[in-house]
């Protein structure tokens, strides 16, 4: 499989004096769901930042399909789809217009968008809502619409961070089977979250962060192998490790 993302060496932050990612390197492949973990601070989000290019690395490089955003900006974004854990809504715009300027801003044809949305909008139980205003949503509701958004454009790649909280369940399994829906097509997704049982349940690898370094990086039965019990989930590596219970293991 071909490799969408590649984060190289990666140092990065907010401030040069104080940099918040170490040494980071990993690839996501075609199809590939990967889930991001680490504790309150670790730097999952700093991760996002970097790879959305809304912060510079201080050195290293990150390559999606190859390219730089340095290389060709607007291809580079569009090959991305972010779900942000809070959602960032325009408040003067309905949902159906939420989707209708996604669609522009990805140049999706109208039969492609009609399809797509109005699958999204049964999928997440909101076909009622099309012209309502987000001031009248819920915290789950517009979460849902930012989800809608990313999946109606297709990209590359998707990055989902912290998907779960907020969320009710159908909308859960909604998203878990659009991502699964998704990866079957060579799409990659790189999720940031803190639900571990749902994460070892649907990622294919994790990457798990401390202190702004990899600690860990692997499939469950690598990173079960390494921890020396092949029956531990995820939560009771993360916790024995986060806590200096065992050495970290990469
Ligand atoms: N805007 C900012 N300016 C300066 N430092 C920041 C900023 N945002 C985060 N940091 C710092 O970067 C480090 C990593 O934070 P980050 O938000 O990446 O963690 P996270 O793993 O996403 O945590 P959480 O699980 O709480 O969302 C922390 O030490 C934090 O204080």
Redo the contacts with the bound molecule.
Sequence with gaps: MDTVLSVKQLNG???RQ?P??HDVSFEIKEGELVG?V????????????QILGLLTPFSGEIRLREKTIQEDKISYRQKIAYVP?LPELYEQLTLDEHLQMTAMAYHLDKKTYEERSERLLQLFHLEKKRRWFPIHFSKGMRQKVMIMCAFLVRPDLYIV??PFVGLDPIGIQSLLDLMTEMKKSGASILM?T?VLATAEQYCDRFII?HE?RIAIEGTLDKIRSRFGDSKASLHEIYVAVARGETKWLS
């Design positions: 932050g907010y401030s104080r918040v990612l991001l680490g504790l309150n601070g670790a730097g999952k989000s700093t991760t996002i930042k854990e961070d912290e940031s803190h962060l702004g």
